[in-house]
């Protein structure tokens, strides 16, 4: 069974509260979810949030949407993950965070069955293969995460999740897909760390949203090189490092 795991949580250094910032009607994760669910391969979506108090309302939107829900450690993300991965029986794991409300599930579908087909142990899409920042997907088997789980000790490797992962090329068999296309963009950044990210998603929506009804990388792509102006409003913005 492929699981879709999404962490989040209420605290946000650089942005308190994001994940429920109103866009176009709709809390920031409500179109996180409501993306995912369009997958075409996914066959489950389990929110992992902490067990503090200030997240119970993340907890009362996952039952809203009839959302699995776990709860554990707030900055031990990877023993977090890992308990949702074990309690709700996933064989594969897609990794999502809350922050990104342009993911797009054909593009998740693809790096799902890319690796599906390649029999690695960890397959991903990234901005420094030429990804747009936003529409990152990270597919690996429950065995994997089990492993990372019992032998990763750093504390960012704990609260990224995955960084034991990719940085063990010793350990795991890892395969990073290659952006081509219209969606080679890794100058865009579609992701949402602070105002100005917020401010850029909230324009996009307002010039593609419709009805409820998704829209995808080709068309924000098309609409933000047709309004080069927008592309400026978080231009400036640079991602935050691991273990800053």
Known sequence: MI????QARVVATRLPEKILKDISGKPMLWHVVNRLMLSQTIDDIVLAIPASDQNDSLEDFAKRLKLHCFRGSETDVLSRYY???????GDVIVRVTADCPLIDPRVTDSIINTH???????????VEHGFTRGLDTEVFSVDTLARANQEAKQDYERE????????????FVLNFVEASGKLKRPDLRLTVDTDDDL?????????????EQIFYTDDVIEFLDSHPELKAINAHIRQKELGK
């Open 116 to 126: 599906m087909n390649s029999g690695v142990d960890y397959t991903t899409n990234d």
């Open 199 to 211: 401010k850029l998603i909230r324009e996009i929506y307002k010039g593609l949203y419709r009805d």
């Open 3 to 6: 699981v879709a795991i999404i």
């Open 160 to 171: 990224h999740v995955t960084p034991y992962i990719y940085q063990h090329p010793d350990l």
């Open 83 to 89: 308990g949702a991965a074990v309690k709700f029986g």
